[in-house]
């Protein structure tokens, strides 16, 4: 029954589809709350005068929001190259 | 001249059930968006219907897995394929009239092949296809959309900290429109083809395309403007059970569930598998609340869904099946399917009265753009 199964079963590309989905949605998720906190911080930092700080906080998240919005055209065009 | 008449029937019937597709689905798009307070109701409905038309373009895996890969297309005939339309038109309505957020995917690929066994027998099934394409990804997907949405909401409170309540939901309501958008997107892709899927199946059944066609543009675009307007259309029994019902949802929990929805429907999209979008999001949105605290999901909720699911593909079978039988009653000519498609549309127009009747399923709000 198993090996009838495992015959059925399109399992690389299943493996693929479960590996991909898990790096996309964890890595676009921590991206993006990365360039939430930074905004944050940014902001925080910018009312207590520490400008070097609050620029290095607003520099970290325009890297992770970039790193989001690259991950997503990475994305569309692997679909669209099938 | 008769099978050109089943013909049109079909592609207007496949058409009719991609519009109920949008229509069913739209809940599923837009839901989190709206209950997150991340977009207001008719913006959300309307930037997924445009991205809904977008994605379907995008690629055509899907298309050629549901017209080749799961029934035998050189038995098929278009009588087949309308019976199987009817049945998963015929569960799709019955599921929305109950607010129940069903897999339309399911539906009509059960309705095909319960259609496709009562004419021609089990054999015309390819199991190799049903079981690998399209079975086991239904029961991999929305587990992995709920572990992915779980883990990614872990990883989202732990980034974010101490930050300030205010700046964190405006910062995950932003993000919603891009993860809104992706699911749309995603969305437009996996579900259009299905249609495509079916009307390819339908031509080449006919004589009209060869074996292992791709679907002609025509059929794309058609689908792409069925499911856009259909998801313009709006169901909003179901957008109340899926943004409201299952847990009670902040705009972080709403990124990653969508986020992780569109993530695991545009892998398997690339891959071919044909997987139900409502399957995935409403396993995203639970993950994403079970994560933060088992007792946050209405678990009640959750198991009527659940039951939906499972009787999805037998029930849709079922009635494909017997709308097979009853179009044979009147020959193999075009009666049949003329008759069933006159008592669908009586069906049709019957339930939406009533429903209408009943008045709006969703409370009208201030400021809810209704």
């Known amino acids: ?82 | 001249m008769s099978s050109d008449i089943i013909l049109v029937i079909v592609v207007g019937t496949a058409l009719a059930f991609d519009f109920t597709n949008g229509f069913h689905d739209t809940a599923n798009v837009v839901a989190t968006s709206i209950s997150t307070g991340a977009a207001r109701p008719q913006v959300a409905i309307a930037f997924a219907s445009l991205l809904n038309f977008i994605g379907a373009f995008i690629s055509i895996s899907v298309a050629a897995t549901v017209a080749n890969d799961v029934v035998d297309a050189a038995v098929i005939t278009p009588t087949i394929v309308f019976a199987g339309l009817i049945g998963a038109i015929a569960w799709n309505l019955l599921t929305w009239y109950f607010g129940l957020p069903s897999s339309s995917s399911h539906a009509l690929i059960g309705g095909v092949v319960g259609s496709a066994v009562a004419a021609s027998g089990f054999d015309v099934i390819i199991a190799e296809g049903l079981v690998g394409k399209v079975l086991v990804p239904a029961l991999v997907a929305p587990l992995l959309a709920f572990l992915v949405a779980g883990l990614a909401i872990g990883i989202a409170y732990r980034v974010i900290g101490h930050q300030r309540p205010g700046v964190v939901t405006r910062g995950y309501r932003y993000g919603q429109v891009i993860s809104g958008g992706l699911l749309a997107l995603a969305h437009g892709t996996n579900d259009a083809q299905k249609t495509m899927g079916v009307i390819t199946l339908a031509l080449i059944a006919n004589g009209t395309l060869g074996a292992e066609s791709d679907p002609p543009t025509w059929v794309i675009v058609a689908s792409a403007l069925a499911i856009a307007l259909g998801t313009y259309s709006g169901g909003w029994r179901i957008i109340k059970t899926t943004g409201t019902r299952i847990i009670k949802m902040d705009a972080a929990q709403g990124f990653t569930a969508q986020g992780s929805g569109a993530a695991v429907i545009l892998a398997s999209t690339h891959f071919g598998f044909p997987l139900s979008t409502t399957h995935v999001i409403n396993g995203g949105i639970m993950g994403a609340g079970a994560a933060k605290r088992l007792s946050a999901v209405r678990w009640g909720v959750a198991g009527n869904i659940v039951t939906a699911w499972i009787l999805t593909l037998p029930a849709a079978a079922a009635i494909g099946a017997v709308t097979y039988g009853v179009t044979q009653l009147f020959g193999s000519g075009a009666a049949g399917p003329i008759v069933v498609t006159l008592a669908a549309l009586a069906l049709v127009v019957a339930a939406f009265v009533r429903r209408a009747q009943r008045g709006s399923p969703l409370p009208v709000t201030e400021g809810s753009g209704r």
């Open chain 1, 1 to 82: 029954m198993t090996v009838v199964l495992a015959s059925l079963v399109e399992g690389k590309e299943l493996l693929q589809t479960v590996v991909a989905a898990t790096v996309a949605g964890l890595g676009v998720t921590f991206a993006f709350s990365v360039a939430i906190w930074g905004f944050g911080r940014s902001v925080e930092l910018g009312t207590k005068d520490r400008r070097l700080a609050a620029g290095a906080a607003a520099a970290i998240g325009t890297l992770a929001l970039l790193l989001v919005l690259a991950a997503i055209v990475f994305g569309i065009v692997v679909m669209t190259h099938k």
